[in-house]
Each structure stands twice: as structure tokens, then as C-alpha cells.
């Protein structure tokens, strides 16, 4: 029943591998069973989708919750008052994996010597490097609804350029001073449409076209370091205790686009113990709060 649930919420078998970590060939012999014990199809195979029958969705309904509650006492009773151990795959995007999430594995790994972590950092995650990961932190979301997804904080983005670039060119006081100085762009996302930023009232436009454009963003943070323009940056960067020193919000009362921080896992790893307080630790970590026991 758990195969079945999950091939129906994911729309496909391999999806279902994907989420409940086991191979299609498992699947597709369960569901077989199933439906031979039932005497009864359960899925339509379409070319773009698995979908349920009549029969498919009315069984969904009624085992779904059934089976939910099962697992959720389950993974709860097991996990209680635990210690994290084992294996921890943790993914996060490159800027804030080796600014924040970094020094929280470093942390995290001195208090729970018994778990083996393993951490990458990427900002474009390939379909193999999806089902690498027990959890994810992410400043940019994931477009899966088979994941388990909590929103653990927030950042904010503004103007910033290095110390010495501001004293070479000195104080900035208005958009039109901006259009006259080198502007450093993102390869991609975000501001790919322009850069649209907010002093409480009316948005305004940033109007400066990128004389160069980098990425990831940490090429962009050294870049406006060593002097060469200026750029938008999230907080969680340029309030970073290594390089606050070295940067100047420029017009701090603009702001551009705020973002969210998001923590990522899968259904059945959700709760292990080491998911559940990572992600904790994460949160408090977003937060500026110690980290739990």
C-alpha cells in the first residue's frame, strides 16, 4: 500500500523509487501483487503519467490516512529521544553552504561523532545528486512535490560594494550616481528580468545594465572585494563576520527581492534523527539562536 500511495502522489514508478529509496523493479512487482490480490486494476499507465483508476482512487483514499498515521507513530516512537548516528548527506547551494550551513556541520559533527556526514555544495542539482541527499538547504526552491519541504528562515538582498571601491568613488546618494559605475551581474537567476527594489513605497528599477556578469555568487562577493563594481547581495553574505569589514551597503534603505531559506527532505528520511535536529540546527542557525540540545 505504501508503493501504491506513493506511485499515485509522485505519477510515476520512478519517482516512487525516488522518494522511498528503493528500485522501480520493487515497485512495479508490489503494485503487480497488489492488484492481483485485489482482482482489480488500480493504475492507468498513460505516455506521460501513471494515474489511478476509479477503483485506484477510491483506495487511495482510504488506506492514504491509514497508512500516514501508521508511519508517523512509527518513525516518532523509534526516533525519541534518540542520538543522531549513522549516515547524513547534506546538499546546499554554494553561497550559503559555505558561509552558513559549513560551520553548523563543523558544529553538529564535534556533538555527534557517531554520525558520518558527507556534505556537497551545488546550486544547479542534477536528477543523480536529488536522490543523494537526506536533507537540502536551499535559498532557492526545489520544483518537487515529492519532497517534505520547512521553511527555516529568511534573508534579505541589497546594494553593496567593497570598501575600497566606495572610497575610490565615494558616497552614493542617488539611482543616477548608480547608473555612472560598474554594476556586476548573475549569470542566472535571480535579477536574470532586472532588479526591482523597495524603500516602502513604489518599486524602482535598478536601470544598470551588468558590465560583467559571474556565477555562483561567491565569484561575485570577491569580485566586489577586490574593487571591481558593485552588485546586489543577500545578508547572509555581506553580514558575514569574514567580510562585513570589507563591504558598504550602498542606499541601505533599499531593498531588493527577499528570499527564504528551505530545509528539503524526503518522507522516509524525514524524522531519522539526524534529518530532524540538523534541520533544528539549521533553523536556529537562520535565526542567530544556539543550538538545541
Same mark, same amino acid.
Not at 523509534?78 to 552558513?100: C, E, M
Given at each position: 500500500?505504501?508503493?501504491?500511495?506513493?506511485?499515485?502522489? +509522485?505519477?510515476?514508478?520512478?519517482?516512487?523509487?525516488?522518494?522511498?529509496?528503493?528500485?522501480?523493479?520493487?515497485?512495479?512487482?508490489?503494485?503487480?501483487?497488489?492488484?492481483?490480490?485485489?482482482?482489480?486494476?488500480?493504475?492507468?499507465?498513460?505516455?506521460?503519467?501513471?494515474?489511478?483508476?476509479?477503483?485506484?482512487?477510491?483506495?487511495?483514499?482510504?488506506?492514504?490516512?491509514?497508512?500516514?498515521?501508521?508511519?508517523?507513530?512509527?518513525?516518532?516512537?523509534?526516533?525519541?529521544?534518540?542520538?543522531?548516528?549513522?549516515?547524513?548527506?547534506?546538499?546546499?547551494?554554494?553561497?550559503?553552504?559555505?558561509?552558513? #550551513?559549513?560551520?553548523?556541520?563543523?558544529?553538529?559533527?564535534?556533538?555527534?561523532?557517531?554520525?558520518?556526514?558527507?556534505?556537497?555544495?551545488?546550486?544547479?542539482?542534477?536528477?543523480?545528486?536529488?536522490?543523494?541527499?537526506?536533507?537540502?538547504?536551499?535559498?532557492?526552491?526545489?520544483?518537487?512535490?515529492?519532497?517534505?519541504?520547512?521553511?527555516?528562515?529568511?534573508?534579505?538582498?541589497?546594494?553593496?560594494?567593497?570598501?575600497?571601491?566606495?572610497?575610490?568613488?565615494?558616497? #552614493?546618494?542617488?539611482?543616477?550616481?548608480?547608473?555612472?559605475?560598474?554594476?556586476?551581474?548573475?549569470?542566472?537567476?535571480?535579477?536574470?528580468?532586472?532588479?526591482?527594489?523597495?524603500?516602502?513605497?513604489?518599486?524602482?528599477?535598478?536601470?544598470?545594465?551588468?558590465?560583467?556578469?559571474?556565477?555562483?555568487?561567491?565569484?561575485?562577493?570577491?569580485?566586489?572585494?577586490?574593487?571591481?563594481?558593485?552588485?546586489?547581495?543577500?545578508?547572509?553574505?555581506?553580514?558575514?563576520?569574514?567580510?562585513?569589514?570589507?563591504?558598504?551597503?550602498?542606499?541601505?534603505?533599499?531593498?531588493?527581492?527577499?528570499?527564504?531559506?528551505?530545509?528539503?527532505?524526503?518522507?522516509?528520511?524525514?524524522?531519522? +534523527? +539526524?534529518?530532524?535536529?540538523?534541520?533544528?540546527?539549521?533553523?536556529?542557525?537562520?535565526?542567530?539562536?544556539?543550538?538545541?540540545?
Amino acid at each position: 500500500m505504501v508503493y501504491f500511495i506513493s506511485v499515485v502522489e +509522485a505519477g510515476s514508478i520512478s519517482g516512487a523509487a525516488r522518494t522511498l529509496g528503493v528500485s522501480k523493479s520493487v515497485i512495479s512487482k508490489a503494485i503487480i501483487e497488489l492488484e492481483a490480490f485485489l482482482q482489480t486494476d488500480l493504475l492507468i499507465r498513460t505516455s506521460k503519467q501513471i494515474l489511478p483508476t476509479r477503483a485506484g482512487e477510491v483506495f487511495y483514499r482510504r488506506c492514504n490516512s491509514g497508512v500516514e498515521a501508521i508511519e508517523t507513530a512509527f518513525l516518532d516512537t523509534q526516533n525519541h529521544g534518540s542520538i543522531p548516528q549513522g549516515k547524513l548527506h547534506i546538499l546546499a547551494n554554494a553561497a550559503y553552504g559555505r558561509y552558513v #550551513v559549513l560551520p553548523v556541520v563543523h558544529a553538529f559533527a564535534a556533538r555527534y561523532p557517531s554520525c558520518q556526514i558527507s556534505f556537497a555544495l551545488g546550486d544547479d542539482v542534477s536528477e543523480a545528486k536529488m536522490t543523494w541527499f537526506d536533507v537540502a538547504i536551499r535559498t532557492r526552491p526545489f520544483d518537487d512535490p515529492s519532497l517534505h519541504v520547512r521553511r527555516i528562515g529568511g534573508y534579505e538582498r541589497h546594494l553593496v560594494a567593497g570598501r575600497g571601491f566606495m572610497d575610490q568613488y565615494g558616497p #552614493v546618494e542617488s539611482f543616477d550616481q548608480l547608473a555612472l559605475l560598474p554594476f556586476i551581474g548573475y549569470v542566472d537567476d535571480p535579477g536574470r528580468d532586472g532588479w526591482r527594489l523597495s524603500a516602502g513605497g513604489e518599486p524602482r528599477g535598478l536601470g544598470s545594465s551588468p558590465y560583467l556578469s559571474l556565477g555562483p555568487i561567491n565569484l561575485i562577493l570577491e569580485s566586489l572585494m577586490a574593487g571591481q563594481g558593485y552588485s546586489v547581495l543577500p545578508d547572509f553574505l555581506y553580514d558575514h563576520p569574514s567580510v562585513a569589514s570589507q563591504l558598504v551597503k550602498i542606499l541601505p534603505e533599499w531593498s531588493a527581492q527577499s528570499g527564504d531559506i528551505l530545509a528539503y527532505a524526503y518522507p522516509t528520511k524525514q524524522r531519522s +534523527a +539526524a534529518v530532524r535536529l540538523f534541520i533544528d540546527w539549521m533553523s536556529c542557525a537562520a535565526h542567530g539562536l544556539p543550538f538545541p540540545d
